[in-house]
């Protein structure tokens, strides 16, 4: 079964600061996963994905996130943190099922909070 | 292109009664699937649609369905409802252009269901 950890359910940074989110995974085949954020009463959008083309996923709003494979984890980071990151953010794995399609499995989600 | 559109955002419900919620995906797009979120579980997969064919099914009861439709939109009914039903239901696309790979999700805004 595919898994993903997020350590931290809460992160807290000064504005203008380094933002690290952790996120480490567990799978038996090669993964495909993302980072997704959620603003308060939104649904989720898709920051980023990986589909081992290249071990560092640039996505938008300036985030990254690089794929370990010996450390079995992809972090998102972003070099400095703006008001509007403030959200929460989810780190999530995906296997193709047998019969086709895809699920998604979240981690339980890092709340970012941004402060002056 | 327009987004991912869900019918209600909002719905309060009692106890016992049965709900029903719309999803209307991105253009082209061939797959859709259902999540519910909630603070203790978070997010969980409850099941997916593609070709108006239930394709993937998570570990939800039965009071939980769902159908899809030719232009591809899609409903969720839950029956019977309980207290604990009471969560935001999110919808999410996907272009399904092969069987292979993992296509992303992309998400609407969601619908918040109040159970009393």
């Known amino acids: 079964a595919q898994s993903v950890t997020q350590l931290g359910s809460h992160v807290s940074v000064s504005e203008g600061a380094l933002v690290l989110l952790r996120c480490n995974y567990s799978s038996s085949v090669p993964p495909y996963l993302f980072w997704y954020v959620q603003y308060p009463n939104q649904g989720l959008q898709l920051l980023l994905k990986y589909t081992s083309a290249a071990t560092l996923v640039k996505g938008i709003n300036g985030f990254e996130a690089e794929f370990k494979k010996s450390e079995t984890s992809f972090h998102l980071t972003k070099p400095s943190a703006h008001m509007s990151d403030a959200a929460e953010y989810f780190c999530?794995?995906?296997?193709?099922?047998?019969?086709?399609?895809?699920?998604?499995?979240f981690g339980t989600g890092t709340q970012l909070k941004v402060e002056l | 292109k327009a987004g991912v559109t869900q019918t209600p955002r909002y719905l309060i419900k009692t106890r016992g009664q049965q709900v029903t919620l719309s999803c209307s995906p991105i253009?082209?797009?061939?797959?859709v699937s259902w999540y519910q979120q909630t603070p203790g579980q978070g997010l969980q997969f409850l099941f997916e649609?593609?070709?108006?064919?239930?394709?993937n099914k998570g570990n939800f009861p039965g009071r939980f369905s769902g159908r899809q439709f030719s232009n591809s939109r899609s409903e969720m009914n839950v029956s019977t409802l309980e207290l604990g039903d009471s969560a935001l239901y999110l919808c999410?696309?996907?272009?399904?252009?092969?069987?292979?790979?993992?296509?992303?999700?992309?998400f609407g805004p969601g619908t918040r269901l109040t159970v009393l």
């Open positions: 649609y593609f070709s108006e064919t239930q394709r």
């Open positions: 999410a696309s996907s272009p399904q252009r092969d069987s292979g790979g993992a296509d992303t999700q992309y």
């Open positions: 999530a794995v995906t296997r193709i099922l047998t019969g086709g399609g895809n699920k998604l499995t």
């Open positions: 253009s082209g797009h061939r797959s």
